[in-house]
T-cell receptor, first 116, second 109 residues
Framework: DGGITQSPKYLFRKEGQNVTLSCEQN?????MYWYRQDPGQGLRLIYY???????QKGDIAEGYSVSREKKESFPLTVTSAQKNPTAFYLC???????????????FGSGTQLSVL | RKEVEQDPGPFNVPEGATVAFNCTYS??????FFWYRQDCRKEPKLLMS???SGNEDGRFTAQLNRASQYISLLIRDSKLSDSATYLC??????????FGSGTKLNVKP
């Protein structure tokens, strides 16, 4: 089955610790994204990557880092500089359908990060 | 000002009712529009794209008004299973996506 796999489903971070969220896709999509969702709020863009070895900051990149060494993989590291990391993190990729030729976002199942 | 704005609701409707949500977007350069459905603590799932001419998928109808920069979603004959949060999305440059905060729908027996 084609899709996006995020792991782990739940993650706990201790103060001062860096943690890494995994995101893998086998949809052959070029573009990948990380979003953060807080309760009762919409999705906010953390980072995105349009191509391997390239990525751009989104609206709330401070305290986060990413890498894109392979097309299939786009891991997100939540660093100790992120003082309020508790949130639901969603990874997505985008690709075009045959008709119409517009990009659509497809999501992984998310990682709930909490602070101990 | 937010790129995409939605009424958060909740909209509480009985089964069988027709309910409509609107959403406005601020960037006139937006090219593509979508409605996603999100269940509690789950990932958003694409419900439907929104085309300029309007489009229908079963009980769901989406409309786009570029002049007024708003998008609508109409759900007919509501089912209990339609209870969820509906996210409006506008995109431009083919890969910049902006999400509304979502409209919560509760369908009651």
């Amino acid at each position: 089955d084609g899709g996006i796999t995020q792991s782990p489903k739940y993650l706990f971070r201790k103060e001062g610790q860096n943690v890494t969220l995994s995101c893998e896709q086998n949809l052959n999509h070029d573009a990948m994204y990380w979003y953060r969702q807080d309760p009762g709020q919409g999705l906010r863009l953390i980072y995105y990557s349009q191509i391997v070895n390239d990525f751009q900051k989104g609206d709330i990149a401070e305290g986060y880092s990413v890498s894109r060494e392979k097309k299939e993989s786009f891991p997100l590291t939540v660093t100790s500089a992120q003082k309020n990391p508790t949130a639901f993190y969603l990874c997505a990729s985008s690709g075009r359908d045959r008709i119409p030729t517009n990009e659509k976002l497809f999501f992984g199942s998310g990682t709930q990060l909490s602070v101990l | 000002r937010k790129e995409v704005e939605q009424d958060p609701g909740p909209f509480n409707v009985p089964e069988g009712a027709t309910v409509a949500f609107n959403c406005t977007y601020s960037n006139s350069a937006s090219q593509s529009f979508f409605w996603y459905r999100q269940d509690c603590r789950k990932e958003p799932k694409l419900l439907m794209s929104v085309y300029s001419s309007g489009n229908e998928d079963g009980r769901f109808t989406a409309q786009l008004n570029r002049a007024s920069q708003y998008i609508s979603l109409l759900i007919r004959d509501s089912k209990l299973s339609d209870s969820a949060t509906y996210l409006c999305v506008a995109s431009y440059n083919f890969n910049k996506f902006y999400f509304g905060s979502g409209t919560k729908l509760n369908v009651k027996p």
